[in-house]
C-alpha cells in the first residue's frame, strides 16, 4: 500500500469537497478548482470528514496513480485556505521588476522589457530585497494551485539563468547559487 496514497485528507471548516464520478471539485475561501481522475482504478470517498482514496489493483499503474491523485486532492485541498507562494530573488546591477496590471513586468539586462501574462489565479508582487547593498529584489508569485505558482515561477526563472561569476540572474529565494571563482593572473 503506498505510504502517501494511503494517507486520509482532512477537510477544513470553510473547505466543501464533491466528488462527481470522477471529478474531485474542492471550493473554499480563495476559490474553486477541480481535478479529473484519469485512472479507472483510483476510487475517491469522502467519509467522516476526510478524503478517502482508494486503488482497486496492485499494478504499477495503479500504485503510481494512488499516490499521485492523493497529493493533487490535498494540494487543492490546502490551497483553498492557504495559498501557495514561490519567491524569486532577481540580483543584478539596474535590474527592475514591476507588476501592471496583469502583467508582471521585468528589466533584467535585455535591450527590452520582458514580459510575462500573469495565469489566472496566480498573483505576483515585486518588492525591494532585504540585501544589505540593494542590489536585489524580490518577485513573490502566490496562488491557490500549486502547480500554476511553480509552472509560472520557472517560466519567470528562465528568463535570466544565473551566472556563475558574479551570481546576477534569477532564481528561488531557498536556492543555493554556486559561484565560480573569477581569472588569476599567472604570477604568485
Known sequence: MSRIGRLPIAIPAKVEVAVDGNVVSVKGPLGESQQKIASKYITVKIENGHVIVERNAEINEARAAHGL???????MVNGAVTPFSKTLIIAGVGYRAAVQGNKLVLNIGYSHPVEFE?????????KEGDDKDKKTLQVVITGMSKEAVGQFAAKVKAARPVEPYHGYGIHYSDEVVIRKEGKTSGKK
Not at 69 to 75: C, D, E, S, T, V
Not at 118 to 126: D, F, I, Q
Open 69 to 75: 491523485y492523493r497529493q493533487l486532492i490535498a494540494n
Open 118 to 126: 500573469l495565469p489566472s489565479g496566480v498573483k505576483a508582487e515585486a
